[in-house]
């Protein structure tokens, strides 16, 4: 089975809180990618990162970390300083080699919210 | 360089009535991927179309159908709407001809389909 999870359903900070929002993946092929994109309210999904299945360095952009481990199938995503901006739904998503043809089996989401 | 669109933004229909929502994809890209993401959930994958045809599908019932045609553009249809169809639909476009596993999908803003 091919499933991503994300099991905080909304999480509520305050500005300049560090916050990390996790995301566990099943799938029993050993070639994949895994995305992080951001919906804000306008509704368009937004790229944030991918990270294919044999990298696991960790990744640093700007106030933003991923953190790839194959061993526990997590790729945990940290807004360091949190600011109101960063408010949104943030979807995890497992790219599976199917075929050649590429699909996103996407997590259901966390809802953050960043209060002033 | 325009991203993808998509139109209508708002739709509203009644209980079996059929509807066609449609998307340009983002300049240089000739693959489009459909999504449905209900209220609260993560978007699901209905189909992707490359070189006009169909090439990989979700679990999604034969009621929803597709079509892209030369310039790449392409279109969703849904017949004997139900009142679960009720949805954002959301079309994203990717260039295939690197390959197509990690490919990054851009997403348009989407459709939003009301089902009375």
């Known amino acids: 089975a091919q499933k991503v999870t994300q099991a905080q359903t909304e999480i509520s900070v305050v500005e300049k809180e560090d916050v990390t929002l996790d995301c566990v993946y099943e799938?029993?092929?050993?070639?994949?990618?895994l995305f992080w994109y951001k919906q804000p309210p306008s509704g368009e999904l937004v790229f944030l990162i991918r990270?294919?299945?044999?990298?696991?360095q960790n990744e640093i952009s700007g106030r933003y970390s991923w953190n790839f481990q194959k061993s526990t199938s997590s790729f945990n995503f940290t807004i360091t300083a949190s600011q109101v901006v960063d408010s949104a739904v943030y979807f995890c998503?497992?790219?599976?080699?199917?075929?050649?043809?590429?699909?996103?089996?996407f997590g259901a989401g966390t809802r953050l919210a960043v209060h002033p | 360089d325009a991203g993808v669109t998509q139109s209508p933004t708002h739709l509203i229909k009644t209980r079996g009535q059929q509807v066609t929502l449609r998307c340009s994809p983002k300049?240089?890209?000739?693959?489009v991927s459909w999504y449905q993401q209900a209220l609260g959930q993560g978007p699901q994958f209905i189909f992707q179309?490359?070189?006009?045809?169909?090439?990989q599908r979700g679990n999604f019932p034969d009621r929803f159908s597709g079509h892209q045609f030369p310039n790449y553009s392409s279109e969703l249809n849904v017949n004997a709407l139900l009142l679960g169809d009720s949805a954002l639909y959301l079309c994203?476009?990717?260039?295939?001809?690197?390959?197509?596993?990690?490919?990054?999908?851009?997403f348009g803003p989407g459709t939003r389909l009301t089902v009375l």
């Open positions: 994203a476009s990717s260039l295939r001809h690197m390959g197509a596993l990690g490919n990054e999908q851009f």
């Open positions: 799938t029993r092929d050993t070639t994949y990618y």
């Open positions: 990270r294919n299945s044999f990298d696991e």
């Open positions: 998503a497992l790219d599976p080699f199917s075929g050649g043809y590429n699909k996103l089996i």
């Open positions: 300049s240089g890209h000739d693959t």
């Open positions: 179309y490359y070189e006009e045809e169909e090439r």
